[in-house]
């Protein structure tokens, strides 16, 4: 897709007043897709403006559901359903598309779909999705990198348990089980707050689930769903970044609508690198010294660990501390691609495997660079707002899938930034 979309940064300015944290993309995605077995009309509240969401929506809409946005609020009426398959222009514009499957599977008894795109991050392999659902009565054929599934003798609960606690896998299981007969269990689940939120949603519209949030979750089918009212939780990722923005700047901000339970696998990163914090109910005042201290290590990790999508723009901040950091990915190969755009821009940087070593630099220098993928692309602008000069941030199509006008929120509490077509 040719994006023409770019970001002018003035950096070097300090930020100063509110940011609101939109409704968590994370969230949003999998309760969207859950939302095709109610058999009532369901709203959504807290639902972000973001390009994966409209995505979402399209699907939906093909499949043949009724889909109303009314500013922050999305209501979805799944009665006319019509389709059992996603055609592949759409899988192939975002990777959460094939959350979709057990949704399909649990509604129609059949799915077909291609493998998902969205970002680059690597090997990003559904075979836990497929083992998962076929121990549940779904006959899965792999066609030239097409999915053709069936359940003809409807779905089972089954004991399934995961080599590694996959988010989308584990979304997948629960989505297709609470209408399965008998009863699911999930050992090794995800447990992160977007799967909890996925099971107070399902719970809300007559699920039976119990567990989300810690790594056993038993699942009682039920014979239907009806809709319910849902407001979606606070994004972590989109407060966490906007943290990483005021700390790259030396910068003081009130970072409002968050959830500070859900952020505080990151908090001691921050305070290590010299940022004050200070919460009250959903409201966060972060401080920033004028020049930041390294973070030693920062290894991610499944929650409640350090969050893989955090990585790349607390990668930006330390960029400036007065030392050394070192970072460890764990959980997907490939998520270094903002390393080589970050050096455009001044920063030191060393990459072997999935270790990388950052050497912080007294100052940046704008530069034109391009978003390789969605949380590289707001380390990069976080890089421009610190920088010195002039920056250009292409590629706004990867930031737009998961950061609502990210440019208002900035430009809102004083940074020189504007979208330029």
Do not use: W
């Not at 859900?262 to 921050?270: A, G, N, S, T």
């Not at 190969?333 to 920063?347: D, M, P």
């Amino acid at each position: 897709m040719f994006d023409v979309a770019k970001f002018l940064i003035e950096g070097h300015k300090r930020l100063q007043g509110e940011i609101l944290v939109h409704g968590a993309k994370n969230s949003t995605l999998p309760i969207l897709a859950a939302s095709m077995l109610c058999n009532t009309e369901t709203v959504l509240h807290n639902c972000p403006v973001l390009s994966d969401v409209e995505t979402c929506a399209k699907i939906l809409r093909y499949l043949g559901c009724r889909v109303i946005r009314s500013g922050g609020d999305v209501t979805i009426d799944s009665s006319g359903i019509i389709h059992s398959d996603i055609p592949d222009y759409l899988m192939r514009e975002m990777r959460s598309s094939i959350v979709f499957l057990g949704a399909i599977v649990a509604r129609t008894g059949r799915a077909k779909l291609s493998f998902p795109g969205g970002c680059e991050l690597g090997p990003r392999p559904i075979d836990l999705h497929l083992a998962a659902l076929r121990r549940m009565g779904v006959e899965i054929e792999e066609d030239h990198g097409c999915l053709n599934c069936s359940a003809p003798g409807g779905l089972k609960g089954a004991k399934i348990g995961f080599s590694f606690p996959s988010v989308g896998a584990t979304e997948n299981v629960m989505i297709a089980a609470v209408c399965a007969k008998g009863t699911t269990v999930i050992t090794n689940a995800a447990r992160e707050p977007e799967i909890c939120d996925l099971a107070n949603f399902l719970n809300a519209c007559g699920a039976k689930i119990r567990g989300a949030g810690e790594s056993t979750i038993m699942i009682e089918g039920v014979a239907k769903l009806s809709g319910c009212e849902h407001s979606v939780i606070p994004d972590r990722i989109a407060a966490a970044t906007y943290m990483a923005a005021a700390a790259a700047t030396g910068s003081t901000l009130l970072i409002s609508r968050i959830d500070p339970r859900h952020l505080e696998p990151m908090i001691p990163v921050f305070e290590e690198s010299g940022c004050g914090l200070m919460f009250c109910e959903d409201e966060l005042k972060i401080t920033a010294p004028q020049r930041l201290q390294p973070v030693k290590s920062v290894r991610t990790m499944p929650y409640p660990g350090f969050p893989t999508d955090a990585q790349a723009p607390v990668m930006a901040m330390t960029a400036l501390a007065n030392g050394t950091s070192v970072f460890v990915e764990n959980i997907f190969e490939s998520r270094y691609k903002h390393v080589g755009e970050l050096l455009r821009l001044g920063a030191n940087i060393k990459v072997e495997g999935r270790v990388a070593v950052v050497q912080g630099v007294p100052r940046l220098s704008g530069a034109s660079v391009e978003s390789p993928d969605l949380r590289g692309g707001a380390a990069l602008v976080i890089a421009g707002l610190a920088a010195e000069g002039i920056t250009q941030v292409e590629g706004l199509r990867h930031i737009d899938r998961g950061y609502e006008q990210m440019e208002l929120s900035l430009a809102a509490v004083g940074a020189s930034i504007q979208r330029i077509v």
